[in-house]
């Protein structure tokens, strides 16, 4: 069974803050990816990876980077938190999108 | 880029009637369809996918259909039970599986 695991359900952090999201999975997938989920909005492609320390932007990247140095982890951060980034992540891997339980982020 | 819109976003329904959902997308490149079920607070799920070369698809209750010409998809749910209640979204996907593109969500609501 595929297992996606994210770092934290909960995160709370200040304005300007510096926010590390981990995401980690445990099936050798090649594709990784960063959502944010917005009521009214649908899942909002922030960037995938389809390879260790291979990154493409998504839709949304402003504001974010994202990591990859080893197949099965895949991180997204946050260099400056604002309070627009408040708003659900969700990692996903594979090609047919296993999703991680989602961290809910607040920036305040 | 590619466009994905979801109609409705709030459909309620009565135990054992059928939901239909409903989804247009713009790139005629895209040819990798997946609906997800997101119940609430958990994680979105893959519950049926359908590929261009297909038109229909079905998995005992659920169904998906495709229309490349008009480039729209729909799924179909069968005999509406409670625990069918959760947000549905479709998406489309290039064959690459690289970008995946998300509709709006539809909130299903099923009364017992």
């Known amino acids: 069974d595929v297992k996606v695991t994210q770092s934290s359900r909960y995160l709370v952090k200040r304005t300007g803050e510096k926010v590390f999201l981990e995401c980690v999975q445990d099936?050798?997938?090649?594709?990784m990816f960063w959502y944010r989920q917005d009521p009214g909005l649908g899942l909002r492609l922030i960037y995938f990876?389809?390879?260790?320390?291979?990154?493409e932007k998504g839709d949304i990247p402003e504001g974010y980077s994202v990591s990859r140095e080893k197949k099965e982890r895949f991180s997204l951060i946050l260099e400056s938190a604002s309070t627009n980034q408040t708003s659900m992540y969700l990692c996903?891997?594979?090609?047919?999108?296993?999703f991680g339980p989602g961290t809910r982020l607040t920036v305040l | 880029g590619e466009n994905v819109e979801q109609h409705p976003s709030t459909l309620s329904v009565q135990e054992g009637d059928s939901a239909v959902i409903k989804c247009t997308y713009s790139?005629?490149?895209?040819?990798?369809f997946p609906w997800y079920k997101q119940e609430l607070g958990k994680r979105p799920q893959l519950i049926i996918d359908?590929?261009?070369?297909?038109g229909e698809k079905k998995d005992q209750r659920i169904a998906v259909t495709l229309n490349k010409t008009a480039k729209h998809f729909s799924l179909h749910i069968t005999e509406t039970q409670p625990e069918d209640s959760a947000v549905y979204f479709c998406?489309?996907?290039?064959?690459?599986?690289?970008?995946?593109?998300f509709g709006s969500g539809t909130k299903l609501n099923v009364k017992p």
């Open positions: 996903a891997s594979g090609r047919t999108q296993y």
């Open positions: 099936m050798d997938h090649e594709n």
């Open positions: 998406a489309a996907s290039n064959g690459n599986f690289n970008k995946f593109y």
């Open positions: 790139d005629s490149a895209s040819n990798y």
């Open positions: 990876s389809y390879d260790v320390k291979m990154k």
């Open positions: 359908i590929r261009s070369n297909v």
